[in-house]
């Protein structure tokens, strides 16, 4: 019984240079992960307030780790207090969840004492970070595109058409087909993926050359989907 109360009544007794040591180290070793996260961002929409919340968040983990110490009452009271906030923002994009919960883990690291665990695991998210953003695997849609153009019905130029894709593209699949200018014209819309990324501008060149093709574009989804 004793030894149960002890539990509650006890609790971790931290100097001022600890205390500042801890949130500063948070502070460094969040925005280690805020850098990283902003080096390798590949989506369209960068908020600035997510990575502040990154920072202050490990920040706030951390002190929150301190004041809990091992005094169970404490803890338990803290953790009621957070019960009654609710998060409604949603993380659309589990990458970014990821980062936020590495943040918050440092905090944890920092506020706990475990310095070292702190350290060498921001080195080593980050390098994996790094890593994967630069690997070949980490995008499957590099120079792939959306490409679109308009041929008359049954025109004999689509035999010089395919010869041009055969020519610029690893891989092309024809994914749309449809009438235009009131059935004068068809509209085709294939998948491409390109050989080389300079063949951007020699496929689209190279149809225009072709006196039946008109409007031919070409949209690259690296370019709209992973800035």
Not at 61 to 78: E, P, S
Not at 92 to 109: E, N, T
Not at 134 to 157: D, H, K, T, V
Request: proline share 3%.
């Amino acid at each position: 019984m004793d030894d149960f109360l002890t539990v509650f009544g006890t609790a971790r007794i931290l100097g001022l240079d600890q205390i500042l040591c801890a949130i500063l180290l948070s502070f460094v070793l969040a925005s280690v992960f805020a850098a990283v996260y902003r080096w390798t961002f590949s989506n369209l929409s960068y908020s600035r307030s997510f990575v502040h919340t990154m920072i202050l968040g490990s920040m706030v983990v951390c002190t929150l780790i301190m004041a809990i110490g091992n005094n169970l009452a404490r803890g338990l009271g803290i953790l009621g207090t957070l019960a009654i906030i609710r998060f409604r923002t949603p993380i659309r994009d589990p990458r970014d969840m990821v980062f936020l919960f590495a943040s918050l883990g440092v905090g944890i690291a920092c506020g706990s004492a475990t310095y070292g665990v702190a350290i060498v695991g921001t080195v080593c998210i980050s390098i994996a970070a790094l890593v994967l953003n630069w690997s070949p695997f980490a995008s499957r849609r590099e120079y792939e595109g959306l490409l679109r153009f308009m041929l008359p019905p049954s025109s004999p130029a689509e035999a010089n058409v395919q010869a041009v894709l055969q020519e610029c593209c690893a891989a092309f699949y024809l994914i749309a087909m449809r009438e235009a200018v009131q059935g004068d014209l068809v509209e085709y819309a294939y998948q491409v993926r390109l050989l080389d990324p300079s063949y951007q501008t020699d496929l689209v060149e190279k149809l225009h050359a072709i006196d039946a093709v008109s409007d031919a574009n070409l949209l690259m989804q690296r370019t709209t989907v992973e800035l």
